[in-house]
């Protein structure tokens, strides 16, 4: 990945007045991932819209980092469900042509 594609943690954290250690924390329960450019931590452009996320859960909602697992945990379950339903929907069609449509 290409050092465009990131930007350091420190540049994230203040833009959005959050704390380091709110995205280390969420770091070490694999919430999130963190990158290096140059031996300074950096976060993928492509995981920012969930850190914006996350930190909007417990800056704004006050939910601690428990909740916020949980919650990440089954936003994915969801997705993850809606992708099986998808999946399964072009199946029938394949097989029953018609209004299968959910």
Do not use: W
Not at 26 to 33: A, F, K, M, T
Not at 47 to 73: C, D, S, V, W
């Amino acid at each position: 990945m290409q050092t465009q594609d990131k930007i350091t943690l420190q540049e994230f954290c203040m833009h959005q007045h959050i704390e380091i250690s709110f995205v280390e924390a969420l770091q070490e329960r694999g919430l999130i991932e963190l990158d290096h450019v140059d031996a300074t931590p950096a976060v993928s452009i492509n995981q920012l819209p969930e850190l914006e996320k996350m930190a909007r859960f417990y800056y704004e909602m006050e939910i601690n980092l428990e909740g916020i697992e949980t919650i990440a945990h089954l936003l994915r379950r969801i997705d993850e469900m809606q992708q099986e339903m998808i999946r399964l929907n072009n199946r029938l069609d394949f097989y029953e042509p018609g209004d299968n449509d959910l």
